[in-house]
T-cell receptor, first 114, second 116 residues
Framework: GAGVSQTPSNKVTEKGKYVELRCDPISGHTALYWYRQSLGQGPEFLIYFQGTGAADDSGLPNDRFFAVRPEGSVSTLKIQRTERGDSAVYLC????????????FGEGSRLTVL | AQTVTQSQPEMSVQEAETVTLSCTYDTSENNYYLFWYKQPPSRQMILVIRQEAYKQQNATENRFSVNFQKAAKSFSLKISDSQLGDTAMYFCAFMKLGGSQGNLIFGKGTKLSVKP
């Protein structure tokens, strides 16, 4: 597609469950980013991939969060043993070149943990 | 650590009028980019304008312009001839050059309403 695609758009789960969020970046974009946006806040950086490798995962809050990008295109953010505090919109973005800051965002996946 | 502060949680403006959104930031870095991103109700963040810190000239993009005051660490966004489609959340963001690419630090946002 022409833009960054994220699925699911909305996800409701119960505390303690496992969740996967998928991101399909713009074709040809080598860099991919995950951000988390809590209600009333700006997005917070989670992790950045350059190709298949995680170049910076310093924003992941704890070891329940993990992300992969096995073929350098689609990425999956995985959250184990979800907690109510994980409820947020998870935004994915991609960019064409390094260090431009011009990120192209998807519409996000809203996660609600009951 | 860098911080970005947007002191106006909400703003409103009449259609066709001009509005200025404020942003201040704190950093010890000398080389960085500053951005304004727009987030409409659809949730998709869109880049509005970008400013390289080493450039003295203020960036402009059609009806959008910035007032970049490096010494004061201030980066305001001016929207001229406001349109109904400008209604959205606006986020100011900072990115250090040479650091983690794409690690943008965002402010809390300003909700802008354009009234007919």
């Amino acid at each position: 597609g022409a833009g960054v695609s994220q699925t699911p758009s909305n996800k409701v789960t119960e505390k303690g469950k496992y969740v996967e969020l998928r991101c399909d970046p713009i074709s040809g974009h080598t860099a991919l980013y995950w951000y988390r946006q809590s209600l009333g806040q700006g997005p917070e950086f989670l992790i950045y991939f350059q190709g298949t490798g995680a170049a910076d995962d310093s924003g992941l809050p704890n070891d329940r969060f993990f992300a992969v990008r096995p073929e350098g295109s689609v990425s999956t953010l995985k959250i184990q043993r979800t907690e109510r505090g994980d409820s947020a919109v998870y935004l994915c973005a991609s960019s064409q070149g390094p260090n431009t800051g011009e990120l192209f965002f998807g519409e996000g996946s809203r996660l609600t943990v009951l | 650590a860098q911080t970005v502060t947007q002191s106006q949680p909400e703003m409103s403006v009449q259609e066709a009028e001009t509005v200025t959104l404020s942003c201040t930031y704190d950093t010890s870095e000398n080389n960085y980019y500053l951005f304004w991103y727009k987030q409409p109700p659809s949730r998709q963040m869109i880049l509005v304008i970008r400013q390289e810190a080493y450039k003295q000239q203020n960036a402009t993009e059609n009806r959008f312009s910035v007032n970049f005051q490096k010494a004061a660490k201030s980066f305001s966004l001016k929207i001229s001839d406001s349109q109904l489609g400008d209604t959205a959340m606006y986020f100011c963001a900072f990115m250090k050059l040479g650091g983690s690419q794409g690690n943008l630090i965002f402010g809390k946002g300003t909700k802008l309403s354009v009234k007919p």
